[in-house]
């Protein structure tokens, strides 16, 4: 069965820092781009970043750039999304996802910012 | 960026009826990089169509997209009571998407 598995949220202070998980499998990791999309909640779905089927190119969106930052084990079947600098406004549900399109979902992973 | 604008914000209908929502961009979007999702409350996103109007696998075809440009449609041809959720529109490049801020289905 083709699945994502999102792990690592929880609740952190403003400007502190989480890494992000999310493990694959039942298809062909290596083969697709990833990326992560987050809901604040209540609120509708922001893509955040995107990584190669390599991992050389990766690309995130203006609200994180510079403080998020996307990378990929092959090996290990898993994509990761290292956040620092964490912000209020960064709490949201995050979600992990094969692309394009956005055809198979992760579950998703709370980050709560709050002192 | 490319900003997609949904409408309505919310619709209110019954089942067995027919649904339209629509998708306009900003700029043009190419007809292969438009998609639809649906979510469920307390649920991760659904693809539904893609490529404008193509379904993912196991989408009921009373689901379609369609529109090209800057003017995209998801419509629902017979309502079940499954159908009614918020539906999300996503226009996608190589690495990077913008998602329309969607439009609630709920029961009238």
């Known amino acids: 069965e083709v699945q994502l598995l999102d792990s690592g949220g929880g609740l952190v202070q403003p400007g502190g820092s989480l890494r992000l998980s999310c493990a694959a499998s039942?298809?062909?990791?290596?083969?697709?781009?990833m990326s992560w999309v987050r809901q604040a909640p209540g609120k509708g779905l922001e893509w955040v970043s995107g990584?190669?089927?390599?991992?050389?190119?990766?690309y995130s969106a203006d609200s994180v750039r510079g403080r998020f930052t996307i990378s990929r084990d092959n090996s290990k079947n898993t994509v990761y999304l290292q956040m620092n600098s964490l912000r209020a406004e960064d709490t949201a549900i995050y979600y992990c996802?094969?692309?394009?399109?956005?055809?198979?979902w992760g579950p998703g992973t709370t980050v709560t910012v709050s002192s | 960026e490319i900003v997609l604008t949904q409408s309505p914000g919310t619709l209110s209908l019954s089942p067995g009826e027919r649904a339209t929502l629509s998708c306009k961009a900003s700029?043009?979007?190419?007809?292969?990089?438009l998609a639809w999702y649906q979510q469920k409350p307390g649920q991760a996103p659904r693809l539904l169509t893609y490529?404008?109007?193509s379904r993912a696998t196991g989408v009921p075809d009373r689901f379609s997209g369609s529109g090209s440009g800057t003017d995209f449609t998801l419509t629902i041809s017979r309502l079940e009571p499954e159908d009614f959720a918020v539906y999300y529109c996503?226009?996608?490049?190589?690495?990077?998407?913008?998602f329309g801020q969607g439009t609630k289905l709920e029961i009238k």
């Open positions: 996802a094969r692309v394009f399109p956005l055809d198979v």
């Open positions: 039942g298809f062909t990791f290596s083969s697709y781009a």
């Open positions: 990584i190669s089927t390599s991992g050389t190119s990766t």
């Open positions: 700029q043009s979007v190419s007809i292969t990089s």
């Open positions: 490529g404008a109007t």
């Open positions: 996503q226009q996608y490049g190589l690495y990077r998407a913008t």
